[in-house]
C-alpha cells in the first residue's frame, strides 16, 4: 500500500450538506478523498452492509455522517457497528457528525467513542443551509415558510463552518477525544432567521407558524415519505422546545475563530439567485 493509499480519507454523505464540502476542502489540499455514497465507487450504502468493507480499504480517516438521522431508532447500531468495523480494517481517527440535543444522537456518539477509534464529536445545532439546500428552499421561493417552530430561538450554524471543523478534525492533531458543539454566534428565531433571508433576497417572505400536526398533514398531502415526516416532526417537536436555546464554543474551540454569522449566510446566499421568486 502506497504512502497515498495510507492516508487516504473517507466521507461518507459526500454529496450531503456538510460531506462535499468537507471533499471540496480536502481535495484543495490535495489530500486523497474517497466520495462515500451510493453513486461512489465502490459504492456506499447504510441500508447495504455488504458495501461497508470494500468503501474501508485504504483509509486511515473517516468522516461519518448518517441519512437520514441519527435520531431514528436504527441508527446507533448501524453507527456502532460500522465504527468497530472500521477499528478492525485499521481506521485511526473517525469523526462523527452528531445533532445537539438529540437523545438518540448521544447514543450513537458513545458507539464511536468506544470504537476504540481516536474519535471527535462534532454536534451541530440547525444548519443554515436547511434554507436554501434543503426542504425549506421552496416555500421561501415561494414567499411564504410555514413550520411549527413557535418563537423558539436557535443558535442557526453555517454548514461552511462545519466543514472548517471536520476538515480541522480528520487532518489536524489535538481534536482527538473532543466534542465540539457547534453554533452560530446569535440565537435567532426561525421567523428572524426569514426576516434576514428576506432582507438578503429583497423580497416580502412571509413566516408562518404552525401546529405540528398541521405540518405534518401538508408534507403527507406533498408527497414526502411517512418516514420524512416523521422525522422532521419529531425534530420541530423535540429539538425545537427550548434546550438548544443557548450558544456553545465549539468553533471557537476547534478554529481559534469566531463562527460565521446568519447574516452573512444569507447575503452571499442571496447573492448566487437560489431564492428568486419563482414565476
Do not use: C
Amino acid at each position: 500500500m502506497s504512502d497515498n493509499e495510507q492516508k487516504q480519507i473517507l466521507v461518507l454523505g459526500a454529496t450531503g450538506k456538510t460531506g462535499r464540502r468537507v471533499v471540496d476542502r480536502l481535495a484543495a489540499r490535495d489530500i486523497p478523498v474517497r466520495a462515500g455514497s451510493r453513486a461512489g465507487a465502490p459504492p456506499f450504502d447504510w441500508t447495504d452492509r455488504d458495501t461497508w468493507s470494500p468503501v474501508l480499504r485504504g483509509i486511515e480517516s473517516v468522516y461519518l455522517t448518517y441519512q437520514p438521522d441519527l435520531a431514528i431508532p436504527e441508527a446507533a447500531d448501524a453507527v456502532g457497528s460500522f465504527a468497530e468495523l472500521a477499528v478492525r480494517t485499521g481506521i485511526r481517527r473517525l469523526v462523527l457528525l452528531s445533532g445537539r440535543g438529540e437523545p438518540g444522537a448521544r447514543k450513537a456518539e458513545k458507539a464511536v467513542q468506544d470504537s476504540g477509534a481516536e474519535w471527535t464529536v462534532v454536534r451541530a445545532s440547525w444548519f443554515a443551509q436547511n434554507f436554501s439546500e434543503d426542504y425549506l428552499v421552496d416555500p421561501v421561493r415561494d414567499g411564504e415558510v410555514m413550520l411549527p417552530a413557535g418563537e423558539v430561538p436557535e443558535p442557526f450554524v453555517d454548514a461552511e463552518d462545519i466543514a472548517d471543523v471536520v476538515a480541522a478534525a480528520l487532518t489536524g492533531d489535538g481534536h482527538g477525544g473532543e466534542v465540539y458543539e457547534l453554533t452560530g454566534p446569535r440565537l435567532l428565531t426561525f421567523a428572524d432567521a426569514v426576516n434576514e433571508i428576506a432582507a438578503a433576497a429583497g423580497r416580502n417572505i412571509g413566516y408562518v407558524p404552525v401546529p405540528a400536526e398541521h405540518y405534518a398533514a401538508v408534507l403527507t398531502e406533498h408527497g414526502l415519505p411517512l418516514e420524512v415526516v416523521s422525522l422532521l416532526t419529531h425534530l420541530f417537536t423535540e429539538v425545537l422546545d427550548g434546550r438548544n436555546a443557548h450558544l456553545s464554543d465549539g468553533v471557537q474551540r476547534a478554529l481559534q475563530r469566531e463562527p460565521r454569522d446568519f447574516a452573512d449566510y444569507a447575503r452571499r446566499t442571496a447573492a448566487t439567485g437560489v431564492w428568486a421568486k419563482v414565476h
